[in-house]
């Protein structure tokens, strides 16, 4: 369960006069993928901020392969490698319904204890998430 998949639909708003998506986009549908990838373990960005922890992004990449345009569904493939510690790597591959590659990436992410404004261990709970699905 180290992984997610979900379909996200090409937004008029997201392509250029051309009907080509934006490419600073694709950070976005990134995000949409680790945001259900947490939800497939119960756990929200708002519940791990009301617990007291941030997840801000320390580092982003894209390689980009082909365009998606206006209407297109496409996959974000989401993965995780290894369980997390201060911080958490996700992997990423959005695909275009017909099976080609749009894009890789990359992102890293802090957990910050927000009151004290200072990185920190990954929480116990995702962890015994993690464990219990055999990551």
Excluded at 2 to 26: C, F, L, P, S, W
Excluded at 116 to 121: A, E, F, I, L, M
Aim: charged content about 25%.
């Amino acid at each position: 369960m180290n992984k997610n998949e979900t379909e996200i639909r090409v937004r008029y708003g997201e392509t250029d006069q051309m009907g080509v998506v934006y490419h600073a986009n694709y950070a976005s549908y990134f995000e949409v993928g680790r945001t259900e990838w947490l939800r497939q373990y119960g756990i929200t960005y708002k519940s791990m901020e009301e617990s007291g922890i941030m997840l801000p992004v320390i580092s982003l990449s894209i390689n980009y392969k082909n365009s998606a345009c206006y209407d297109d569904v496409l996959k974000v493939k989401t993965t995780i490698k290894k369980l997390p510690r201060a911080t958490i790597e996700f992997d990423y591959e959005l695909v275009h319904e017909s099976g080609d590659i749009l894009a890789t990436g990359n992102t890293v992410l802090a957990f910050i204890d927000m009151a004290r404004k200072r990185p920190t261990r990954c929480p116990k709970y995702l962890l015994d998430k993690l464990e219990d699905n055999s990551l």
